[in-house]
């Protein structure tokens, strides 16, 4: 049984020139999934899809051979901006998700230490820096356990050094706990580092373009050789545009939004 | 020479010391009563010389006088216990309804569609529009004064609390989906919360509105209070009742402000805003 499989899913705006279209795609359990593409191919849409926040799609989310189609507890995301509650210190933006008090405050505190945030418990979100900030997110996505777990483009927003620190935090969650995580991302190095398979998308609305495999074991170092070759090849399949390719460079080009 | 300026040095850093250790709270109190302190010799000495004219602007002292005089006889307390009985039951009335239908309107549509126009249309009604017929229903006790109170204090707080709902970010109800939260723990857990600011502003603006309409309403008819007082000073030529009621209006109005601004600094602590690092 696949822990998460896409059935020809499909989700378009603006009269079919925007979204994504025929997205098939399977993932097996603690399977590290990225998905590429230049903006406004809809990768961020189909993670808003995956976990039910947008219901406006055809085709079928099954995760472990269930079809769902609304939030679902054993999908958990990260966005892309942290999305702390300003009013709640740390500790309480990670309890956020938990039902019930019971254990509450212990399991929010174990969450704290394992993405690092120990002795800033009681700091609002005001007091934290971006990375912190997107720790506390992290934990409060895993605090519910859940089995996938979505992320978009996480780290966008951070700088080189805490990127690469959270990355490296990323993984040690997924040895631990063997979260399948389906990771959108704009960012190649990214992908190549943490990803098993990577699936590009491309055009508009975005379909896959290509599938491609990362055989390198964990941990992976990012100046590696074949990463670097693997890198390559996904640029050109990138900017390979059979209709207009000035006018996909060029967004490839713009910042994601 | 040297010598000299060693010394024009050491008193500038002691000076710049003691601004540094002088407690923050106390420099506010203290900045903020400059000017009215200097008004009010300015208005004593003017007074004392004669360009005011006593039975038109009696000096701060015969105010101060005549507000000495009704502590002493008691009288004092009746007017303000019941001044500030029909503000808090006005208030108290006034912002309820609001946050019920504030709420309902800001977070339902269809709400919105069957009840703001209505709502809008009335706002547009100055309140005391209203005092007749309140009159005419309820008669001139109670009842009719805090109603009109209420109505006044109805729709700053409304309004505040419906833009502050409607202002929520979507990306923070958006965690509370991912969670399958049920609209009442969405809305008591983000919305309330995240609607907060708007809607202490909306209470501090309605406190305001509610002390001028009780003055309002007790001017007229009313046989006790702070604005009947007033009536009293105007009725029996006594200039020194009337700007004692005002300044009594002008304390017990700030006084009442002030803890509401407290309650809001206590609330939104966690706010990070330009105001906060003062």
């Not at chain 1, 966008?156 to 959108?184: C, H, P, R």
């Not at chain 2, 007229?220 to 030529?237: D, F, R």
Request: one cysteine or more.
């Amino acid at each position: 049984m696949k822990m998460l499989a896409l059935e020809n899913i499909s989700r378009t705006f603006a009269n079919g020139s925007a979204g994504f279209k025929n997205v098939s795609l399977e993932a097996e359990k603690g399977e590290v999934i990225g998905v590429l593409g230049t903006s406004g191919c809809g990768k961020s849409t189909l993670l808003r899809v995956l976990s039910g926040l947008d219901q406006e799609y055809t085709g079928h989310v099954k995760v472990n051979g269930n079809a769902i189609k609304s939030v679902h507890k054993d999908i958990g995301i990260i966005f892309q901006e942290p999305r702390l509650m300003p009013w709640l210190t740390a500790l309480e933006n990670i309890a956020f998700g938990l039902k019930g008090a019971a254990k509450k405050q212990k399991q929010a505190e174990e969450f704290t230490n394992l993405v690092g945030l120990a002795g800033f418990e009681g700091h609002y979100p005001k007091d934290l820096s971006g990375g912190m900030a997107q720790r506390v997110s992290i934990a409060r996505s895993l605090i519910t356990k859940p089995e996938i777990l979505l992320l978009d483009e996480p780290f966008s927003a951070l700088d080189a050094f805490t990127k690469m620190q959270l990355q490296d935090l990323l993984l040690s969650i997924w040895k631990q706990y063997q979260t399948t995580m389906v990771l959108v991302t704009h960012d190649i190095d990214e992908a190549l580092y943490l990803c098993d398979r990577i699936i590009i998308l491309r055009g508009q609305p975005g379909e896959v373009y290509k599938e491609l495999t990362v055989q390198q074991p964990r941990p992976r170092s990012r100046g590696d050789a074949e990463l670097a070759r693997q890198k390559e090849e996904i640029l050109s399949f990138l900017n390979l545009n059979k209709t207009s390719q000035e006018d996909h460079y060029e967004k490839s080009n713009t910042p994601a939004k | 020479m040297s010598g000299k300026e060693e010394v024009l040095s050491r008193q500038i850093s002691v000076k710049s010391k003691v601004r540094v250790q002088m407690p923050r709270k106390l420099r506010g109190i203290l900045l903020g009563s400059a000017i009215p302190a200097v008004l009010l010799v300015v208005w004593q000495y003017l007074s004392h010389i004669g360009v005011f004219e006593s039975h038109l602007m009696p000096a701060p002292t015969a105010v101060f006088d005549k507000l000495a005089e009704m502590v002493n006889d008691g009288s004092l307390y009746g007017h303000v216990g019941i001044t500030l009985y029909r503000i808090f039951f006005g208030f108290v009335i006034g912002v309820s309804a609001a946050v019920v239908l504030g709420a309902l309107v800001g977070y339902a549509k269809t709400a919105e569609h069957l009840l703001d126009p209505l709502i809008q249309a009335f706002r547009a009604i100055p309140s005391l529009a209203w005092v007749p017929l309140f009159i005419l229903w309820m008669g001139i006790a109670e009842p009719s004064k805090i109603t009109l109170i209420a109505v006044g204090v109805f729709f700053p707080v409304y309004l505040n609390i419906v833009s502050g709902i409607q202002g929520v970010d979507r990306k923070l109800i958006e965690v509370g989906k991912i969670y399958n939260f049920s609209d009442f723990e969405l809305i008591k857990r983000i919305i309330l919360p995240a609607s907060l600011p708007s809607f202490l502003v909306g209470i501090r603006s309605g406190l305001g509105l509610g002390w001028m309409f009780v003055v309002a309403a007790e001017l007229m008819g009313a046989s006790k209070g702070v604005g009947y007082l007033l009536v009293v000073g105007q009725n029996t030529y006594s200039p020194d009742l009337v700007i004692a009621s005002i300044v009594l209006i002008a304390i017990l109005g700030k006084t009442s402000d002030s803890l509401l601004k407290k309650l809001e600094d206590r609330a939104l602590h966690w706010q990070d805003s330009i105001g906060k690092k003062a």
